[in-house]
């Protein structure tokens, strides 16, 4: 980068002119050279965030599972989710979907994902809409305005 090499040369520069009596030449061209030190160090702190978000990504990568259709997260034995396919792909970001009568919806991209026919009996039963269910399967439903 230029500006390691700037101060390379600058130091040495800012010597020289206060060395030659040139004190206000020399007070600027420090000053300067402070900004860019402190440009530097700006740099560094962002990198050093930028690597700890990378490591944090390959560490969150390590426990999300894919089911076919969306993804869940398995953390200490635990499974968290399930979180939408298409935010995750695209933006790496793990977003809750939204639970409804029979579908998923993820807030972020409003995608809709079917319930499994055999998941989740435990809350209440509705053998009605479950049979009506298994002859068509809706592709998109209507969405509650909330
Ligand atoms: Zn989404």
Do not use: I
């Not at 530097?40 to 490591?55: G, I, T, W």
């Not at 089911?67 to 499974?79: C, I, M, V």
């Amino acid at each position: 980068m230029f500006s390691t090499l700037f101060q390379a040369t600058g130091f040495k520069r800012a010597f020289d002119l206060f060395e030659a009596g040139r004190f206000d030449e020399g007070k600027v061209l420090l000053k300067s050279l402070q900004d860019e030190f402190m440009a530097v160090c700006d740099e560094n702190e962002a990198l050093k965030r930028q690597l700890a978000e990378v490591a944090e990504v390959l560490d969150l990568a390590e426990k999300v599972r894919f089911d076919g259709q969306k993804y869940w997260l398995e953390e200490d034995g635990e499974r968290k989710g399930p979180f939408c396919q298409v935010c995750y792909d695209r933006d790496g970001l793990l977003v809750h979907l939204h639970k409804h009568e029979n579908h998923w919806e993820c807030r972020s991209c409003h995608g809709l994902y079917m319930l499994p026919r055999e998941a989740d009996t435990s809350h209440d039963k509705k053998p009605r809409l479950r049979a009506a269910m298994e002859k068509t399967v809706p592709l998109f439903m209507e969405r509650e305005m909330s």
